[in-house]
């Protein structure tokens, strides 16, 4: 084994302003965000303002193209660029594959080429072909906390110094002095996620690991970087005039040095992080030592925890 952990989990709630990270779209002058139906911690139906898991994974994966970038790893043509057809997009590459039935050879060559794909998954569809990649990396949707989170909708207007045209004025452009409605929401995000570390650069249909002990490090530590830089800055829309407060991140990482994977609780539940220390406590009951849990009450502490894993990694 590479890496002293094969799996990672985070639960946490990020307190989070203001914010408009997530929206389905328009109706006439009103901008909608994203809201859901949900059971809460008492077992209560309600609807709350949400972050799609979606959306999480985007950030995260614009800032693995950053670290990668940055640290020379292996891209394919596509992720170079942040294509979102990643490898497909990589004509030359595709030209390689042989037979399209080798599935397993095919995916190695995936690994081999390109981090990218590698971590966060592809499904390969040039040349006829129907070839999966799964991801190492799974994200839940951020949701908000029912009792403590809000979404309102404020009022805006284009300013028009002639103030003598009204909206979209007479050739239908984008002029005169435009009223919309924007949304803002405020509140606390119940978080879950969780990285297969042990799967990076592993082929799901040879059973093996298939690039260099060195190179599966440098990918798992790129990868806990881009999941550590995800919640000190989340992207999404309207960042240019609704850039988010981020208040506070408080929850459990916790690590899997074995099969067993790392146990997450939704922090919709009040007590999570009881709940969570009880599960290791059980767990290694039966696995000596397999689970280890670190709890963290603010951002700083969150990021030293990550730090400290990715410093472990090698």
């Known amino acids: ?10 639960s946490g709630l990020l307190t989070l302003d203001m ?24 077992g209560e139906p309600t609807v709350v303002n949400a972050i799609s898991g979606d959306m999480l994974k985007h950030m995260q994966a614009e800032h693995l193209h950053g670290i990668a970038v940055e640290k020379g790893l292996p ?27 080798a599935i397993g050879e095919t995916v190695k060559k995936v690994l081999q080429h390109c981090a990218v794909d590698d971590l966060e998954g592809v499904l ?13 990396v799974e994200f839940g949707w951020m949701i908000g906390l029912p009792d403590k989170t809000r979404t309102e909708s404020y009022f805006h207007v284009k300013f028009d110094p002639n103030r003598g045209q009204g909206s979209g004025g007479e050739s239908g452009a984008n002029l005169g002095q435009n009223i ?4 803002a929401s405020s509140g606390e995000y119940a978080v879950v996620m ?8 592993f082929n799901d249909v040879e059973r093996e ?33 609704q850039f988010p407060h981020i208040l506070n991140f408080t929850g459990v990482v916790s690590v899997s040095a074995s099969t067993v994977p790392a146990p997450t ?48 990694v090698g």
């Open 124 to 136: 390969i569809t040039q040349g006829g072909r129907s070839t999966p990649r799964k991801s190492t």
């Open 194 to 201: 969780n990285a297969e570390l042990s799967r990076v650069g």
């Open 19 to 42: 914010h408009a990270l997530n929206n389905e779209g328009a109706e006439g002058n009103q901008l909608q965000t994203r809201m859901v139906h949900i059971v809460d911690g008492e």
């Open 209 to 241: 690991h298939q690039i260099p002990v060195e190179a599966r490090k440098e990918r798992v530590k790129a990868l806990l970087e881009s999941v550590l830089l995800t919640f000190i800055k989340p992207l999404g829309a309207h960042r240019n005039t």
């Open 180 to 183: 919309f409605y924007r949304p």
């Open 265 to 312: 609780v939704s922090p919709l539940k009040k007590n999570f992080s009881e709940e969570l220390l009880s599960i290791q406590e059980q767990l290694n009951r039966l696995y000596p030592e397999a689970i280890t849990t670190y709890e963290y009450s603010s951002q700083a502490e969150f990021t030293k925890i990550m730090v400290d894993l990715i410093e472990q």
């Open 1 to 10: 084994m590479s890496v002293p952990f094969q799996s990672l989990s985070i």
């Open 75 to 101: 891209l394919c043509a596509g992720c170079q660029k942040f294509n979102a057809n990643r490898i497909n997009a990589d004509s030359d590459f595709i030209q390689t594959l042989g037979d399209k039935n």
